[in-house]
């Protein structure tokens, strides 16, 4: 049982970033899935809903996504057991060193949102800046590193057969501007991102 799972809440995001997503993980990742699931339930407003789909999947293999990352490859080695989000590397040493943009675990790992709802007022006000720290001071986790496949937009602008994800962090505007349609493409006046390739061309 494999199960690949993204969250989309509030209005940062709309349909075609599920759309995407799914279109690239059929296309590109080679992941062979029995359940792509959009979780929408919007409690925390914010990055904290992604907490409950510890709560929500306790069986089976899951692998998760953020909305706004380029899936270009082979996705099957980020599959693990153990709980295990990506390694930061191109973070300053006093910001957390993990980032949550995938995160892959096998059966329940509920632990994680019960340690959120012991008083999930006291987190969110705690970590307001985000749900990394919450995991890299609250909970055990392996970390994917630089070998395995991804990287930052943030500091890897070109294509590169290094990786096969790359993660936009803040940059998804970048994202969104290169899902030219078809039409646009062909234009003589278009000039595409190297990554429009891989995205659902925009309607």
Known sequence: MLRV??????????EW???????MVDTYSGLKYDEFVVMEKDLYDGV????????????GQNIYFDLD??????????????????????RNAFHTPICSDIISW???QSYIYEKFMEDPEYYLFKYRLGMDQFLFENVGYNRYDRGDGYCTFQTVTKPSDEFDIYLFNQMHD????ASVSSEQASSE???PLWYSEFLLPTK
């Open 48 to 59: 904290f809903n992604k907490l409950l789909m510890f709560d929500e999947y306790r069986d």
């Open 69 to 90: 990352v380029i899936i270009k490859g082979d996705c099957n080695h980020l599959l693990r057991s153990d709980l295990t989000t990506c390694y930061a590397w191109w």
């Open 106 to 108: 096998k059966g329940d």
């Open 17 to 23: 970033w599920v759309d995407n997503l799914k279109h």
């Open 189 to 191: 006046q278009a000039s």
């Open 5 to 14: 799972i993204c969250v989309r809440t509030g209005t940062k995001f709309d």
């Open 174 to 177: 970048l994202m969104r501007q």
